[in-house]
């Protein structure tokens, strides 16, 4: 694996000092971005969502909007070829990064070695699908990442669920991702995703960016979401439960809460029964309703 000669001008990462370094620090662009994958024979694929920043000042926004703690360790997902990774090593203590493709994942400490030597040691590679990753060297405090979109939502709910630890975050994402992610009952956009994320954070929409930021660049603009962890709703269902009337209720949109709930309730005069006791009105649809009232429905049920 190579590590950029200092030498090589100046789309060249500075030369390592083992020094901290203070002030402003390079960030990758195009230049540097399309050198990386060529050392290492990438061909972005779609398949994993591979558009790589090539654009430092998306970069500050990204970190700028996540307001970390200098004392805060980071979980990246997707690091790539490092664009966001060096941008949050400068303003986190730690970063642990979760890439799927062998290849990125195996580069990844070389070019940070490269552009922040001094930093080396506060990286973690983990080679991983974040859909399924369940441990990791370090409690993460913050989520931060430029996210494979066609994974987005899954990524996002399955990293809320294993690591407690995750306070907040900000995560770019497909821009209708993020108005669903966002999303507040009775909109348009309100969905599985906006209810299931409500249940473990508050969700708000941080920005829109544009495709030339990429490498490649996407087809549709990608949206920024931050989020603050909350304690979930108190009640004696469980989150399966409460999870699974919000599958059901979503699962036919158009219908009435009556009739969308007849199969998970175990029959329409059942499901009536249990929105009665949940004080939901059975003509209303899911799209109306919040976590709070969801998890009422779910209880009704559990407690029958
Ligand atoms: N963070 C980099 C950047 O901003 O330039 C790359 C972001 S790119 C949109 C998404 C990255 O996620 C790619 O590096 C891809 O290989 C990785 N990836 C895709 N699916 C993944 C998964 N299930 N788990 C972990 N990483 C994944």
Avoid: C
């Amino acid at each position: 694996m190579s590590v950029p000669d200092p030498q090589r001008g100046p789309s060249s990462p500075p030369q390592p000092t083992g020094e901290s370094a203070p002030g402003p620090q390079p960030l990758l662009g195009a230049t540097e971005i399309r050198r990386l994958a060529n050392e290492i024979g990438v061909r972005p694929t779609k398949t994993l969502g591979q558009n790589f920043v090539i654009d430092g000042n998306t970069i500050r926004r990204i970190v700028a909007a996540a307001r970390l703690d200098p004392s805060e360790t980071v979980l990246e997902v997707g690091p790539g070829l490092g664009s966001l990774t060096l941008g949050l090593l400068d303003a986190a203590a730690r970063v642990v990064a979760v890439e799927i493709d062998p290849v990125l994942a195996g580069k990844l400490p070389a070019t940070v070695r490269a552009f922040r030597p001094h930093l080396a040691d506060s990286l973690d590679v983990v080679l991983s699908d974040a859909m399924r990753v369940t441990e990791l060297p370090a409690e993460p405090t913050a989520l931060v990442a430029n996210l494979p979109y066609n994974v987005a939502v899954p990524v996002v709910l399955h990293l809320l669920e294993h690591f407690p630890s995750l306070q907040h975050g900000l995560v770019m994402v497909q821009d209708e991702v993020a108005d669903r992610l966002a999303a507040a009952p009775g909109s348009k956009t309100y969905g599985v995703p906006s209810v299931k994320a409500a249940w473990y954070s508050s969700m708000r929409k941080a920005g829109v960016i544009g495709m030339n930021v990429f490498w490649p660049a996407p087809k549709i603009s990608s949206g920024l979401v931050s989020f603050t962890r909350r304690e979930p709703p108190q009640t004696s269902a469980s989150r399966e439960q409460v999870f699974a009337v919000i599958d059901a209720a979503f699962a036919q949109r158009r219908k009435t809460l009556r009739a969308a709930l007849a199969g998970w309730a175990g029959g329409a005069v059942e499901a009536e029964r249990y929105l009665a006791t949940a004080g939901v009105d059975p003509r209303a649809r899911g799209e109306v309703l919040d976590i709070i009232a969801f998890t009422r429905i779910a209880e009704a049920k559990a407690l029958s």
